[in-house]
């Protein structure tokens, strides 16, 4: 906000400011977008040169442009001590006004002469007659009137402001309050404090909003200081004339509230309880993370091999490259990582390209559950039956809410009769085991040397080393964190290994393909497998279709598809009145749009993409997506560039429209009394002259055709007949039979009916 009381500083980062020091407001005038700036400081090291000239015109929005960019600072400026007694107490012991009173009524009246009018002042062809005028009046000189006008200016236009520095004077007033309420221990050195009113909780209240109610950690001590600098300051910062600043004096203890009081009265300035108020300052990661109550579904302990398997993915740290062109580093790779509870063994690892998502994780599912060779082959690794064994469906799914929180991967426990548990948010510890991993893996990557792993201890140019050494692409890294996780399972000795004292006392060893092989035996009633078809089925995405008469939508796709059994069900019959449409369970492959299975009456049924969507054959939904958005907009482009045209034809058809009714009109006068044609002879009329339009054309193209045959014969005759199929003169010159005439015809229709297909 701009006033008589702002102060306008030039910011040190700006290369070219408006102002190249310190200035005060000294008029501005809002109709003719001007404002008039008077150097601020007179005194000490950074005083202006002319400090008795006239204020300088800018512009106003020039001003506040910079302002608002903050290449100018603002602050507020603020008098001297000994100008801001009042005037009751600059009196002398003889009752009369001290000297200093009495010289700044003597400069104020200049001003008030001079300020009379302030369009004349401070435009230019104005300004110096009436300063010349109103130092003529008083017996003064041009330069004090100027001089008394810039201080007046430079003191918020103030009345003190003209009291002399030589000629100061102040008394200080005491002022004491009475605390009511228990004593402080220091009340005997008469330092009592004073009562907590309500002005007192509105003080804390904005105080602690600002300061202590955020992440930033910062003490209630710290922000005490913070409450009497803004609150309990009887004068605050201030710049003085030689560019100085004042440190801010506080009122006195007896009219502050202390530290304690502050620590008493924060709940009631906040209208909140102590330990919600701890909350609000701890950061919602960390608070849901330690403090608040559990959302998943509890029991985690593992009471054999597949009772819990625990799912998580993570960002690698090691930069790899595309399959396609080795010189192109791919921008995220996440790993999935599976474990059994009971054993810690690894019983699945994925390697998707790009951020977790519900596509992969059931990637990541699908090669946990099946046959390790059968996965280990088609990563490109060859392993034997043996190497990896950990396998199978468990009873219990430990999972993140992030791919699994949602409606498409709801198969999961449905069709595998899965129980899904959900971690609380943001809170790793609940998959421990799994977390764990991805150390481990980070460890082997760097303890191997991989090319392109990134170090954390990189500084400098170095920090461009993983990009210079990525070589390994997605499938060789699955396939070293393959050959990882059958070395952990089958070698690793586990330290601290959380095994039943029966398997201990068996002899079982802390390995986790030991463990295995001991729980299958004596607690084997937790893993399933189905066959992989069912499997795979079991984990695609579902979705949701919605009937209509002539075909079934996906909700939230925009897709449309078809499916005999669902009409031949009778679902997609018209329904009347106010009936809902049926809704019908679905399962979906993202990467193509062809074909959708339907659940129908306890199996799936097939659905295929519908013939208006064809040209959307052989996408991705993804790409359906783009694609059909594309062509909205080249509808909507198509529509506008030819919306002129679209005026005109529907003018031509109005027009046409008109011109018939007028005709009828005429018609209906011309012939006015006699009979009415019948439907029928005007029918047949329009018939006959169908006919004769079409016999036109029919012997104009037939006799075009015997001309050509004709002339076929003549210039092409037979060369190798025998002797007694060669014509004698007479015959040639007689005319043709009746026989061979109706030949003739014959060919020719033969060949029209072949010209237009019947033949």
């Known amino acids: 906000m701009l006033n008589y009381e702002t102060l306008l500083s030039p910011s040190p980062l700006c290369n070219t400011p408006l102002i190249s020091e310190v200035m005060v407001v000294a008029a501005i005038f809002f109709e003719r977008n001007r404002i008039w700036l008077l150097p601020y400081i007179t005194e000490g090291e950074h005083k202006t040169k002319f400090p008795d000239r006239k204020p300088v015109e800018f512009d106003l929005a020039d001003i506040v442009a910079a302002i608002d960019s903050g290449d100018l600072k603002t602050s507020i400026l603020d008098l001297p001590e000994y100008k801001k007694q009042p005037d009751e107490h600059a009196i002398g012991r003889d009752g009369e006004p001290l000297p200093c009173i009495k010289e700044r009524d003597r400069r104020f009246a200049i001003v008030v002469a001079a300020m009379t009018d302030e369009d004349e002042l401070f435009y230019s062809g104005h300004g110096e007659s009436v300063v010349a005028r109103v130092a003529q009046a ?21 009345k003190n402001a003209l009291i002399t520095k030589r000629g100061r004077h102040e008394r200080k007033l005491f002022a004491a309050r009475k605390k009511v309420g228990k004593p402080r221990n220091t009340s005997s050195l008469g330092y009592v404090g004073k009562n907590v009113e309500q002005v007192d909780v509105d003080k804390m209240s904005v105080v602690l909003k600002k300061y202590y109610l955020n992440s930033q950690k910062i003490s209630l001590a710290a922000v005490y200081e913070k409450l009497l600098e803004e609150q309990y300051a009887a004068e605050k910062q201030k710049i003085y004339p030689d560019g100085s600043t004042s440190t801010p004096k506080l009122l006195s203890v007896n009219e502050r509230i202390s530290l304690n009081q502050f620590y008493d009265w924060m709940p009631v300035a906040l209208g909140l309880r102590r330990e919600n108020i ?27 091999p597949g009772h819990i398997f625990q799912l998580d993915s993570t960002e690698v740290d090691i930069k790899v490259v595309s399959p396609y062109d080795r010189r192109v580093v791919l921008s995220k790779i996440t790993i999935y990582s599976v474990r059994d509870v009971y054993t810690r063994a690894f019983v699945g690892i994925h390697v998707a390209s790009g951020k977790a998502s519900w596509y992969e994780a059931r990637i990541a599912l699908f090669n946990t559950f099946r046959n390790k060779k059968q996965v ?23 999972v993140d809410n992030e791919e699994f929180a949602n409606k498409i991967s709801g198969s999961v426990g449905k069709d595998l009769s899965l129980i899904v ?11 421990g085991l799994v977390e764990s991993s991805f150390a481990m893996f980070h460890a082997m990557m760097k303890n191997e ?14 920090r461009q080393l993983p990009h210079k050494t990525a070589a390994l692409t997605p499938r060789e890294l699955q396939q070293i964190l393959f050959i990882y996780a059958i070395y952990h399972n089958q070698i690793v000795w586990k330290d601290n290994y959380p095994m039943e004292q029966q398997a201990s006392q068996d002899g079982v060893k802390d390995v986790c393909r030991d463990y295995w092989l001991w729980g299958l035996k004596n607690r084997g009633f937790f893993l399933r ?23 079934l939508m996906l909700k939230g796709k925009h897709l449309k598809y078809c499916c005999e059994d669902v009409r031949i069900e009778g679902l ?8 809902k449409k049926p809704v019908l369970s679905c399962r979906y492959l993202r990467s193509t749009v062809n074909k959708i299975l339907i659940e129908l009456n306890g199996k799936f049924v097939v659905g295929h993409l519908a013939s208006e969507q064809m040209r959307y054959k052989d996408m991705s939904h993804n790409e359906f997506e783009s694609a059909r958005l594309r062509n909205s907009e080249q509808k909507g482009i198509h529509i506008e560039d030819n919306r002129e045209k679209a005026i005109e034809y529907s003018r031509i058809i109005r027009s046409i429209g008109k011109h018939a009714f007028a005709q009828r009109e005429q018609h209906f006068i011309k012939l006015d009394g006699s009979r009415p044609m019948d439907a029928a002879t005007a029918g047949g009329l329009l018939r006959e002259e169908s006919y004769s339009r079409e016999n036109k054309l029919f012997d104009q193209f037939t006799s075009e055709l015997v001309g050509q045959n004709v002339s076929s014969k003549v210039d092409n005759p037979p060369t190798n007949q025998t002797k007694h199929d060669i014509p004698n003169k007479a015959s040639d010159e007689a005319e043709p039979s009746a026989d061979e005439s109706n030949h003739d015809e014959q060919s020719i229709l033969d060949i029209i009916l072949q010209e237009i297909g019947h033949g």
């Not at 690794?381 to 469906?393: K, P, T, V």
């Not at 548990?421 to 998959?431: E, N, Q, V």
């Not at 792993?453 to 140019?461: D, H, N, Q, S, W």
């Not at 066959?531 to 002539?550: A, D, I």
């Open 449 to 462: 040397q991989l090319p392109g792993f990134e170090y954390k201890e990189l500084i400098g140019r170095n």
């Open 138 to 158: 008083f017996s003064s000189t041009p330069r004090n009137v100027q001089r008394y006008l810039n201080e007046y200016f430079r003191g918020g236009r103030l």
């Open 572 to 579: 997609q019959n018209r329904r009347e009145g106010r009936a």
């Open 421 to 431: 548990i959900f971690g609380r948010a943001y809170s790793g510890d609940d998959k």
């Open 376 to 398: 280990a082959q088609e990563c490109g690794l060859i392993i034997d039956e043996d190497d990896w064994i950990e396998s199978g469906i468990p009873s219990q799914l430990l």
């Open 529 to 551: 497998n189905v066959n992989m078809k069912t499997l795979y089925l079991s984990l695609l995405e579902v979705g949701e279709l919605t009937v209509h008469r002539t075909h």
């Open 278 to 304: 701890s909350a609000k300052r701890r950061p919602a990661a960390k608070h849901k993370s330690d403090n608040q109550g559990r959302t998943g579904d509890g029991n985690y302990i593992a009471l054999g």
